[in-house]
Every structure is written in C-alpha cells, then in structure tokens.
C-alpha cells in the first residue's frame, strides 16, 4: 500500500489510536502521511488529548492548503468576536 500511495500521490492515514500503547506501529514497514494517537489508550485514564503526527512532505501540503482548524492550530481566540490567531508552524 506505501509504494502504491506514493505513486499515486494518495495520503494515507494509520489510525493507530487503540493499538499504539500495545502494539506501536512499525513505520518503517507501514509508512503513513499521518498517524492518529489517543493519549487516552497509551496513559489509560481519560485526558481528552491525542497527537497527529505527520510526515515532513505532508505538513508542507497542510501549510500550503490549511483551512481547518484542530488541537494546538489557534494560539488566541475571543468567543464573542470574530477574532482568532493562529500558531506559528505546523499545530
């Protein structure tokens, strides 16, 4: 699926976020664009937090075509006026 992904420019996503404590994905043998984490499964009491961990040359694609918002992205923000500023670099 890697050399396949690569070839044809599709992202790939590992959700490993109930095997990662467990059983840590070999990325070497399974690269991915992105691997989806939950803190939870790995310290086993509820901590609402997780990670996205992404490659270099697809945190270069969500620079470039950033129009979300998640975990770590907004430094500032005012809930009752239109105002937000992002954080620097990838979030």
Request: charged share 20%.
């Amino acid at each position: 699926l890697g050399n396949s992904a690569q070839e044809h420019r599709w992202l790939v996503l590992l959700d490993a976020a109930k095997s990662c404590a467990t059983s840590p994905p070999d990325l070497s043998r399974y690269p991915a664009d992105f691997v989806a984490m939950s803190y939870y499964k790995v310290f086993g009491f509820p901590t609402g937090l997780g990670a996205l961990i992404v490659r270099k040359p697809a945190a270069e694609l969500l620079r470039r075509h950033k129009q979300y918002f998640g975990g770590g992205t907004v430094g500032v923000s005012i809930a009752d006026q239109d105002f937000f500023s992002r954080r620097p670099g990838p979030a």
